[in-house]
T-cell receptor
Framework: SAVISQKPSRDICQRGTSLTIQCQVD?????MFWYRQQPGQSLTLIAT?????????ESGFVIDKFPISRPNLTFSTLTVSNMSPEDSSIYLC????????????FGPGTRLTVL | QKEVEQDPGPLSVPEGAIVSLNCTYS??????FMWYRQYSRKGPELLMY????GNKEDGRFTAQVDKSSKYISLFIRDSQPSDSATYLC?????????FGTGTSLTVIP
């Protein structure tokens, strides 16, 4: 399996500020994703992080609000910009590996609370 | 209609019971089915995945797919308190993954 770490594990932020979440994988992976998980709801895909190019965003998510970087095959960041209480959620990084395409692995998540 | 529907529970069983967790899906073309376990304040952990119809067993866990009914199940035998978690079903179609909302399971000692 892939070992994924996320920083920070949790944070409490003020409205209007921004937070950058880091995701580090222990091996090269083909695809990296960012999800949001809210209580009682299924995982919601925010975007696919593409190495060296702009991320691919899902409907309802835009680059200005959730800028994403992926400078190499093992690292990505998600920024939650101009936060509001509605952004309070768990943010999860996940990866797909080339050799095991059905196995999507998740990081431990970042629990964000916006006051 | 959602791609995947899952009863959110919560489900509470005594230790040693057989647990059945279920999902239904909408697209008969789906072929890859997965189950994740998520402990509180942790990320989802892949438990099992199956391809097409049939059963797959791994220790106390059995994943079952019934394509004719578009129904997938996870059975847990001899359930343990350590099995207490939220279980999410997931389906892969190409590069898209569709997740259920998760079923919260508590196994009471």
């Amino acid at each position: 399996s892939a070992v994924i770490s996320q920083k920070p594990s949790r944070d409490i932020c003020q409205r209007g500020t921004s937070l950058t979440i880091q995701c580090q994988v222990d091996s090269q992976v083909t695809m990296m994703f960012w999800y949001r998980q809210q209580p009682g709801q299924s995982l919601t895909l925010i975007a696919t992080a593409n190495q060296g190019s702009e991320a691919t965003y899902e409907s309802g998510f835009v680059i200005d609000k959730f800028p994403i970087s992926r400078p190499n095959l093992t690292f990505s960041t998600l920024t939650v910009s101009n936060m509001s209480p509605e952004d309070s959620s768990i943010y999860l990084c996940s990866v797909l590996r080339l050799i095991s395409y059905n196995e999507q692995f998740f990081g431990p998540g970042t629990r964000l609370t916006v006051l | 209609q959602k791609e995947v529907e899952q009863d959110p529970g919560p489900l509470s069983v005594p230790e040693g019971a057989i647990v059945s967790l279920n999902c239904t899906y909408s697209n008969s073309a789906f072929q890859y089915f997965m189950w994740y376990r998520q402990y509180s304040r942790k990320g989802p952990e892949l438990l099992m995945y199956t391809y097409s119809s049939g059963n797959k067993e791994d220790g106390r866990f059995t994943a079952q797919v019934d394509k004719s009914s578009k129904y997938i199940s996870l059975f847990i035998r001899d359930s343990q308190p350590s099995d207490s978690a939220t279980y999410l079903c997931a389906i892969r179609s190409g590069n898209q993954f569709y997740f259920g909302t998760g079923t919260s399971l508590t196994v009471i000692p």
